[in-house]
Nanobody
Framework: QVQLVESGGGSVQSGGSLRLSCAASGYTYSTMGWFRQAPGKEREGVAVIESGGVTTYADSVKGRFTISRDNTKNTLYLQMNSLKPEDTAMYYC????????????????????WGQGTQVTVSS
């Protein structure tokens, strides 16, 4: 059974750090990523990582966030530093299987499997 379970969200002051984790089960996915959705806004891609380690980041988080994965544990991570109030959102772990076709890595519509989300709140 496919399952993605996030953890590590919470409340932090501006400039602080958080580390999110996503434990995956049921399959070893080719690409995993983090997406976020703030109230009243569309879900947006934050960072994704392919099985070989290639990463893609949204411009808004480059230099502050680092995505990584431990394939032996089937676990995805997101280290978030220098957090800003605009990073406040529900963060979702997502995954997709290899299809062999081109895909837009930060497009939420490209991902078939989703976790339940973990809230990140950054206060000023």
């Amino acid at each position: 059974q496919v399952q993605l379970v996030e953890s590590g969200g919470g409340s932090v002051q501006s400039g602080g750090s958080l580390r999110l984790s996503c434990a995956a089960s049921g399959y070893t996915y080719s690409t995993m990523g983090w997406f976020r959705q703030a109230p009243g806004k569309e879900r947006e891609g934050v960072a994704v990582i392919e099985s070989g380690g290639v990463t893609t980041y949204a411009d808004s988080v480059k230099g502050r966030f680092t995505i990584s994965r431990d394939n032996t544990k089937n676990t995805l991570y997101l280290q978030m530093n220098s957090l800003k109030p605009e990073d406040t959102a529900m963060y979702y772990c997502a995954a997709r299987k290899y299809t062999g076709r081109y895909y837009y890595r930060l497009g939420s519509y490209e991902y078939n499997y989703w976790g339940q989300g973990t809230q990140v709140t950054v206060s000023s």
